[in-house]
């Protein structure tokens, strides 16, 4: 079965600092790959996807994600938070003729002032 | 401007009661979803449809229901055979098919039962 692990739920990052969040994922087909962001009390947005073309993607808000097969991971990375970047972040895979998206857990950003 | 809307944004549903979580979206996309979100649990899939007509579980299908007779609209009733009901449930659609699409989202039905 395909899914994806996002390890440690909550995520304290200084503001300033490095935003770093692992996803890996588990499949044996190539994957399309997703970062989402929720705030509070509200639906999923799109930060940024993979579907196959370049492996480093770049999204909203200064995000990017680098797919990396060997490691079977599509860690999510920010030079440096921001207050507004407190929200919840969501990897999520889907493959070619399947619509269905697996999500991970979720990481929740904290970022210190 | 395009996008899905999910009505009523609180719900309070009484014991042994059913109630249905309306979703409408305009940007005639093909395949919609539900899910439902707890506090540590990510999302997880109700029932999916990729075509109006037509519509498959997902993982926690029990104790709910949905039709999709119209392209724009996937309501999901939440039966009173659904032991735990209160989460945060969203909506969401794809465009096609073929699993590259962005998924949107509504802004999510929080349904508490008292």
């Known amino acids: 079965a395909q899914s994806v692990t996002q390890l440690g739920s909550h995520v304290s990052v200084s503001e300033g600092a490095l935003v770093l969040l692992r996803c890996n994922y588990s499949s044996s087909v190539p994957p399309y790959l997703f970062w989402y962001v929720q705030y509070p009390n509200q639906g999923l947005q799109l930060l940024l996807k993979y579907t196959s073309a370049a492996t480093l993607v770049k999204g909203i808000n200064g995000f990017e994600a680098e797919f990396k097969k060997s490691e079977t991971s599509f860690h999510l990375t920010k030079p440096s938070a921001h207050m507004s970047d407190a929200a919840e972040y969501f990897c999520a895979v889907s493959f070619y003729g399947n619509n269905r998206l697996a999500f991970g857990k979720g990481n929740q950003v904290v970022v210190i002032p | 401007d395009g996008g899905i809307t999910q009505s009523p944004k609180y719900l309070f549903r009484k014991e042994g009661q059913n109630v249905t979580l309306s979703c409408e979206q305009n940007?005639?996309?093909?395949?919609m979803y539900w899910y439902r979100q707890d506090p540590g649990q990510g999302l997880r899939l109700i029932y999916y449809s990729q075509i109006v007509n037509d519509f498959q579980k997902g993982d926690i299908a029990e104790g709910y229901s949905v039709s999709r007779e119209k392209k724009e609209s996937f309501p999901l009733t939440v039966t009173s055979a659904q032991k735990n009901p209160t989460a945060f449930y969203l909506c969401?659609?794809?465009?096609?098919?073929?699993?590259?699409?962005?998924?949107?989202f509504g802004q999510g039905t929080r349904l508490t039962v008292v």
């Open positions: 969401a659609s794809t465009e096609g098919r073929q699993g590259a699409g962005e998924a949107f």
């Open positions: 940007l005639n996309h093909d395949a």
